[in-house]
Each structure stands twice: as C-alpha cells, then as structure tokens.
C-alpha cells in the first residue's frame, strides 16, 4: 500500500465525492430542501464530519485553508454568478448597489467596531485587552455579506427581480472594499501612528482597487473573445478559453492587490455576448453545465468545510462579547439599509418600499469569506475570540435567518419574481421604450443610463463586434436566435415523441427587424410552459411577417423556394386539421 | 505586486493556456498538420519553450515531474481511450493484444537488455561499468509502447481498425507489465542473489496487477453507474460521477500497485452503457466534450514538456550506447512482431497479413511514459546516459516513425479504416450470425468468444440492468436509441434550415424489436453523410414495419393515433413531392 504517493489528488476526489453524495441525498427526500436550505444541511453534514474526525483522531480537524478557499473555491461561484447575472435589472439599480456595497459596509465597519469597543470597556466582561484598532479590524472582516451564502439563500426564495440583484450585487461589489479595508488594517496595526490623510488615501484606493479590476476583467474578457474566433477547427477546446481566461483574470487581479470577484465578473459579463456567438452550440452547453456543476460543488465544498472547520479547540468562548457582536451586526445593518433607502428614494421614481428594505437588512448574510479572513488575522493574543464571534456569526446568520427567511417573505407577500418569462409584446415595447428615452435624453441633453446605453450599444456594433466576433457582418439579433433556438427545442421534443411532422418555416424575420436588439433578458429563465407559448406567439407572427414582409424589402429578393413554402404552409395547415 | 501567492494556479493556467493557443496556431494553417504530426510540433513548441527557459535562466529548465505525469495528466488521457474504444474489435481481438502486450514486451525487455549488455563489453565505448541488471533495467522501460504516442499517431493515419486495435491495445495493456516490471527490478537491485523462484513469482504478480486493475476498475464502475441512478433531481452534477469514478478508480489501483491504466479502463468501458443510459442528454454531451478536451489539453501539455526537458544538462551523451539502443529497439520489435505474429496466424483464420506486421513493428512509439519511468530509476552514476538515450529514442520513435508512418501506410496501401460506418443491412447480419454462433457454440460444446459474450448479455439483462439502470424495465434496443438519435439530429438540422414540416412519424419499432441488440459500434464514427444515409433508410424500414407490425404483435394495442399518422404519413408523401 502506497497512500502517500496518491494521497493529495485521492483526498480532493474523496472530498468533492462527499459533497456530490451529499447533493444527491438531500434531493432523494424532497421535502427536505423546501424547509430547510440546502446551505444549513451541508454545514451540519460538515459538522458531523468534523465531529467523526476530532473523535477519531482526538484533535482538532484541519480548518480551510484561506488560501484554498480564495484561489480554487471561490472563483467558479463568482464566475458562475457573473456569467448568468442578469445584466438589465443590474445596471438599472448600479447606483444603489453601489451605495450599498460602498457605504453601507464603511457605515457597518465603523458601528460594529466602535460598538463592541464600548462593550470591551465594561469591566465585567474582562475584555479591557481589546483595542479599538483590533475591534475595528474585527468590524471590518464581519461587515460584509457574503456572496456565496446570499446566493444559496436567495435562489431559493424567489423574491423579485430587483431584490435579489441589490442584496447580490452589494455582496459581490463590496468584494473591493473588503481588500482595500483588509489591507489597510493591516497596515495601520503596523504604522506607529494613523494620520488623517493616510485614512483618505486609504479611500481614494477603493476606487482604484475597483476600477482596476473592472479593467482587468474586461481585458482578458475581450481578449477571450478575440481567441474564440479562431477555434473553428478545434471546437472540443474552445470552452476551456472561457475557464482559462476567466481565472486568469481573477488572479491577475489577486496578484495586483485588486479585487479579483469584481474582476471575474467583470470578464464574464465581458465576454458572454461575443464568445457565445463564436463557439458551437455544443461547446455552449459544456460551458453552461461545467460552470454550473463546478460553482454548485464549490459551494457545497464551501458549507461542508465551513462546518467542519466550527468542531475544535481553537475558539474563545467570551458570550458576551459574541452575543454583542450578533446583535450590533443585526442593528447596524438594519440601520445601515434604513438610512442609505431613504437617500436613494429621494432620487428614484420606483421606490424601495419597506417590506422590501427590511428583507434586504434580514438577508445579510454571512459567510466563509469572513471566515477565511479571520485566519488571515496578524496573530495576537485574543486571535481565538474573533474566531469564536465569526463562526457564531455566520452559523447564526446561516440558520436563523436563512431558515426564516422563506416564511418572512411569505408572511410579508413580498412582491415574487415573476414567474412568467415577459411576452414577445412586452420585450418589444421594452425596447421601444429604450430606444425612444436614448433619443429623449440626447435632445434634452441628459446624459442618463438610456443614453449611455445607446451610445455602448452603437460602439459595440461599430468596432467591438467587428473585432471579436468570428462573423461580424450578419449580426444576428437576438429575437432571430432566440426564435431559432426554441426551433430547435422544439423540433427535438417533436423527434423525442416522434412527431416530426408539422410547424411554421424559414426565420426570414432576419431582414424584416433592422434594429439592433440585444437584450440579454430573453436568454435567461427559460420556463417551458412560457416559452412554448412564446414560440407559438412567435411562429404565427413570423408567418404573417414573410407573408407580407418580401414586398416591402428592398435586401432580399423574393427565394426562389416561396412558391414550395407557400404549397407547404397550406398543407401543414390542412394537416393540422385533420 | 503578491506573485507568491497566486504563483501555482497561475502558472498551471498559464501552461495550459500555451498548450491551447499552441493548438490553436496549428489548426490556422491546414496544411501543416497533414504533414507533420501534431506531437512531432508539439515537442518543437516545447524546444523552443524549453531553450527560451535555458536562455534566459542560464540554468536547466524544469523537468517534467513523473508525479504530475502519472497522477495529473495520463489518466484523462487513458480515460478518454477506454471510454471511447470501440469495444467489439478489441474483445475479438483480445488473445493477439495480450499476447503482444505481455509475451511481446518481456522479449523486447531480454533482447534489448542482453544486447545492451553486450555492447557494453566493447572496451572502446568505455562502458563496461553498466552492469547486467542496469542493462535490463533499462530494457525494461525503453521497451514498453506507449498509448499517448500511439494515439497521437494513429488517430491522424487512419489505418483499419483491426490494425489500430493491436497496437493501441498493446500500449494500453503492457501497463501492467510496466508496472510490475519496474517494481520487480526495483526489488532485484536490493537482492543480493537473484533466484529462479523469484522470477517465477514475478511473473504470476503480473497476473495479479493486471486482473486486480480490471477488478477494481470495474468495481467502481458499476458504483457510478448506481450512482446516476439517483441523480434525477440534480442534473447538473451528473458528469461529475463520471469523472470523479474514473479517477478513484486509478489512484485506488495506483495505491495498491495495481495497474492504473487497466483500471481505469475497465471502469470507462463498464460503465459506460449504464451512465449513459441513466444521464441526461446535456449531462452526456458536456461528459464526451470534457472527456476529449480534457484528453486533448494534456496530450498537448505532455508533449510541450517533453520537448522543455529534454533541453538542459542532465544528458551524457555516449553516442554508441545511444545508437545501439535504437537500432535494437528498431529490431528487437520487429522480430518479435515477427515471431509472435507467426504463431497467431496459426490459429486464425483472419491472419495478420506481413504488411499489417510491418505497421505494427512500425507503430511501437515511445513516449512520455518510459521518459517518466527513467526519472524514477534509482540513482546511480550512470543515470544521466539513460536519461540520454530515453530522449533519443522518443524523439527518433516521435519525429522519424512518425512522420515517415503515413507516407509509408500509403506506399503499401494498407488497408485503410471504412470511411462509410457499416449499413443497417450489415449490423442486422452481424448481429444474427453473433447469435447464430453462440448457438452452434452452445451445441457443440466449445466456449468460444460467442458463448461467453452470450452469457454476459444475458447476465446484464436479467440482473446488472436490474440493479444499474434507472428504468430497467423498458430497456431500449440500440437500434431504437439510433434511430431517436438521428431523429433528434435530423429535427435540429430541419430547425436550422427553418424548414421543421417533413419527415417520418414514431418510432414504434421499439414493440416489434425483441431483441436485445446492444451493439456499441453503432455509437461510434458518426459520420453525417452515412447517418444521413442511414436514417432514410431506417425511416423507409421502419415506415414498412409499422404499416405490417402491428397485427402480429399481441402487445400492443393498435395506436389511437393510427389513422391521424397514416393521413399524415400520405400528406407528407404527397408534399414531397411538390
């Protein structure tokens, strides 16, 4: 027997086998996940696994490694999230996410940390050995939401749309203060004394550290792009581009000291559009499945480690100040969200309302990244504390409120996500909308989103598109690939139940719809029920369009096989009434 | 600027990056890999790699570490191999490739290592301090084929498939020889005598490693096809199973001093027909297109590295040692080729005709594996001579052998691989005499390779379907499954055209096919034309059956969609032709 020679890859293997094990067994009972969130099984899974090897080996289990977490867990859920964000609703509400991810975590910083000072100086306590730098370094780790748990919560309560992306977002977005505030703490424990400037520097490198990473992100994003035009011979690599370069760009990032989340999500919406018009439809899917298979094992990794990390002997058990730190962290927070909303309603039309401002204080959850960042902590005496306050933290926060979230967001009536994907009708006018509000806010001279938009969109069909995608000069628009698409969804339901032998033809919108119409919505949530609808909408559409449409076009002439079609079309619709 | 810390995720992404782009550039002039073989370009990428490292460093680049060979890049390789491998030809040809792989190997191990010995009794080559036992030592890892290189070749030759099953067989099977053969000399090296005993005991152990390695493989094969048998509600994390399988499966036989490379093909092959039946189509595409992208990345990996190390100062070069090794490496395979292949061709009736033998000796590529396997040897003045003459004889096999193969399969006119995959016609005759001649087998008393693969037919039907696929009551005919499968393909075609309004009604062959065709050929070498082909005539075959089929069958009712198809069936003839 030669365990050693084997032993690194057998152990990872066995790892990530317990946690697809794991997946597997909670959905054979199906009750099960609808009351209890996936993410609290796993973490108690991961408890009685830590339990099993502190009673075998009669020492505390390894703890993850924070090293581990950032480099290999973390990015396949990032990536994952930031390729399937949807991209609409998330720069519609860009402002407020960013207030939230910016200064609601400085606000919740600053209030945890001077709070829990004031406890430390209660005698009582004996915690008068804590500074207010240590208190401050703690308030910074434990401030921020964690994406990962906030992502296992909400996708399973379904609140809408808006929601969902400023709880998301601030979570991902807060990722660049989370480095900057890290690092700067870091430094400040070891500067003999902290000057007024050096605390603006240390702001002024928020905008850097986030900055920075949108622009790495977006580099290698359109330089995956730029590869994927040339896979047309090797189609069976081409989907290890959108992994490679993805990585790359989050530990370009890391190297650099900037914010390697904002970086990976930036490269993924970056590259999304042009790469998944390059590759093969094949290569899409292998793309979609391993994206979604790898983010879903990381994140059961993550909750699995997470509760075999909590088993041990390296905590502090000081509950007053651990009970202090749950309760300032719900305080604060939900203050934080109060006072931001009411600046940010002053300046929208679509309001939060307050059922809504209460879920978003309720699901700020906590996670394995403070976790990993509290190892990360300079050693010091009361090291073990921190580590105590974390883990009730995130396993409080886990718990409670991720187990009550659900029946809060139904007591409340929380306005749902739709359950229905929007009507052909609806996405038209949406864009309509757009197009004529761009026009609004260039004659009034407002520079707005719309207007902006307009603007990125014109550019991208002008060069980028020319540059990045492999067949720049017939620009599919999106209605045509989305019609295309449910063809062939359809088609393969027809040949599965062995139908093959009806249906409308030819796409020929293709030259009818001259706008550019690129909404990314379309693509996302598709629900069979609807979009069966939606085809047939299209279908009988499209057949009245090539109807009428030839005459009116001076771009295509008149197929040589309209007379065939026609001959057909009458016969399919005679067929159908048999 | 943190590098330390990002340092091995970045450059494992930056090395398989190259390997990608590498291919990439390759691809983008088509007329360079119809010349030279991909890995003969590979290994000059690494050259250059390598002199560029050399250059810059002024030190000797980093060899390939075997650890990282051996656990990180072969198996996807062999995975993909045993996954994909045509099973029919290579059962019906198990008793050559074995012969070849065990018998074949031991010779060249002897005749290489007693010739090098006496090559070294030449007082003017000054190496008359390489003993017996290092001669054989030497012979025993310079004599194995190896699969990577094998494949890499034969697969852009395309040489018949009985051919190609030989000699790729005989590299992937002499692993356990291989294995078995380094630890035996390994194991003599302490000996101070060598008895007659302990050869004898070595080469039962070759039994051992090789059936333990078929053992073990299949073990977990049949665990992951139970596995998917429960992953309904969890598609996403299906062709994780697959993988994650596969590769326990070789490190548990790397563990045990099994063979790796016979387990983890066994577990492919085992459970290949129950996973896919059990997963979902997407999971399937998203397994085949990780499996050969994965393959196909450290193929390209092992070769770049090869080239890297062989730059650098760990070389003696002795040129009559190193000569003499080819030049025997050259012979000794041709005569054993010769010999063994002159008994087989005793007892067969499809003999392996002498052009066919000369292709084979031809083929012997060595590669990667025996480099690995020198590095492991241990350490003794003269290792650096071994390590000499390994290089040259990979890159004399790689670049020379390979290069030259395909002009020469042409010169002879070797009979090439059927471009056409075989007509339905063919299959169903196929099928019959199978049965036929498990019959007369039956009857006669003889328990040829017909009876036995009779027996397991039955055997999985009546029990491992029972126990392995998730709806083993309707088990489909392959036959069944192909037709859906072109149904499916010819559909999504239609859909693309836009012309989704022809084709053939259900596929109601499933009720009057009752028997069980299983044949796995009929998976592999899609090439569309002929499936095109195919289909039409299965559509017409399967038109005809329907229209007789039914009044014979007493299971089935006859359709309440009978007379809607059979009008539908008339309008579609009717439209064709229009």
């Given at each position: 027997?030669?365990?050693q020679?084997v ?8 790892w990530i ?5 794991a ?11 609808s ?13 009685i ?6 009673g ?27 390729y399937?964000?949807?991209?609409r ?10 207030l ?10 600053f ?26 370094l703690?308030?910074?780790?434990i ?7 906030v ?6 309560i379904h ?6 992306i ?11 203060v989370?480095?900057?505030?890290t690092?700067?703490?870091?430094t400040?424990?070891?500067m ?5 400037v050096?605390v603006f520097?240390?702001?002024g ?5 986030g ?32 992994f ?6 989050y530990?370009?990032?890391?190297m ?15 590259m999304?559009?042009?790469?998944e018009?390059?590759i093969s439809?094949?290569?899409?899917t ?6 979604k ?33 749950v309760?300032f ?41 403070c ?5 990360l ?8 504390l921190?580590?105590?306050?974390t883990t ?11 187990m009550?979230i ?47 938009k ?9 060069y ?9 000069d017939?620009p ?15 088609a ?19 030259n ?9 919505k379309l ?11 939606m ?6 559409n ?12 001076r771009?295509t ?5 309209e007379?065939?079609?026609?001959a057909?079309?009458?016969?399919i ?6």
């Amino acid at each position: 027997l030669d365990y050693q020679h084997v032993q690194v890859p057998f152990e990872i293997t066995l790892w990530i086998m317990l946690a697809s094990l794991a997946k597997i067994g909670f959905h054979l009972y199906n009750k099960l996940p609808s009351v209890v969130p996936e993410s609290c099984l796993l973490i108690f899974v991961g408890l009685i696994m830590g339990g099993i090897i502190y009673g075998l080996n009669d020492r505390s289990p390894p703890v993850m490694d924070s090293d581990i977490f950032f480099l290999y867990l973390l990015p396949p859920i990032v990536l994952d999230a930031g390729y399937f964000m949807p991209s609409r609703p998330f720069f519609e509400n860009i402002g407020t996410i960013l207030l939230y991810a910016v200064v609601g975590t400085i606000w919740n910083v600053f209030g945890i940390g001077f709070s829990l000072y004031g406890i430390c100086q209660v005698k009582v306590f004996r915690l008068q050995d804590v500074s207010l730098l240590h208190n401050l370094l703690f308030g910074s780790l434990i401030a921020a939401v964690d994406p990962v748990a906030v992502l296992a919560v909400f996708e399973e309560i379904h609140v809408n749309e808006k929601l969902h992306i400023l709880v998301f977002g601030e979570s991902l977005l807060n990722d660049a203060v989370t480095v900057v505030r890290t690092n700067l703490a870091l430094t400040f424990c070891e500067m003999p004394t902290i000057k007024s400037v050096d605390v603006f520097a240390g702001v002024g490198k928020f905008f850097v550290v986030g900055l920075g990473g949108v622009l790495v992100g977006l580099s290698f994003g359109f330089t995956a792009a730029f590869t994927t035009r040339f896979t047309k011979d090797i189609r069976v690599i081409e989907p290890l581009f959108v992994f490679l370069y993805s990585y790359l760009s989050y530990l370009t990032a890391e190297m650099f000291h900037l914010s390697g989340i904002v970086a990976i999500i930036s490269c993924a919406m970056g590259m999304k559009r042009y790469v998944e018009a390059n590759i093969s439809l094949k290569s899409h899917t292998t793309v979609k499945y391993f994206m979604k298979m790898w983010s879903s094992v990381s994140d059961t990794l993550i909750f699995i480690f997470l509760g075999v990390s909590t088993i041990g002997e390296n905590h502090e058990w000081n509950w007053p100040y651990i009970c202090f730190t749950v309760i300032f962290c719900l305080i604060w927070r939900a203050l934080g969200v109060l006072v931001l909303t009411f600046f940010v309603n002053k300046f929208h039309v679509n309001t939060i309302t307050s059922k809504d401002q209460f879920i978003i204080a309720y699901g700020g959850l906590r996670g394995a990244i403070c976790f990993s960042l509290v190892f990360l902590l300079p050693d010091f005496h009361r090291k073990k504390l921190f580590i105590a306050a974390t883990t009730v933290v995130i396993l409080f926060t886990v718990f409670v409120q991720g187990m009550t979230i659900r029946p809060l967001v139904d007591l409340l009536a929380v306005k749902r996500k739709r359950e229905s994907a929007p009507t052909v009708g609806e996405q038209i006018h949406i864009r309509f909308l757009d197009h004529l509000l761009a026009g609004i806010e260039d004659i009034s001279g407002h520079w707005g989103q719309y207007y902006w938009k307009d603007k990125l969109e014109y550019f991208n069909s002008k060069y980028l598109q020319k540059i990045l995608l492999r067949e720049y000069d017939q620009p599919k628009s999106s209605i045509v690939l989305l019609y295309e698409k449910l063809e062939r969804k359809h088609a393969i339901e027809l040949a599965e139940a062995g139908q093959l032998g009806h249906g409308p033809a030819q796409p020929s919108l293709l030259n009818n719809d001259r706008t550019v119409i690129t909404d990314q919505k379309l693509e996302d949530t598709p629900n069979p029920d609807v979009l069966d609808n939606m085809q047939e909408i299209l279908a009988r559409n499209l057949y009245r369009i090539r109807r009428t449409g030839p005459a009116y076009n001076r771009h295509t002439l008149p197929g040589e096989s309209e007379p065939g079609e026609q001959a057909k079309e009458i016969l399919i619709l005679r067929h159908k009434k048999l």
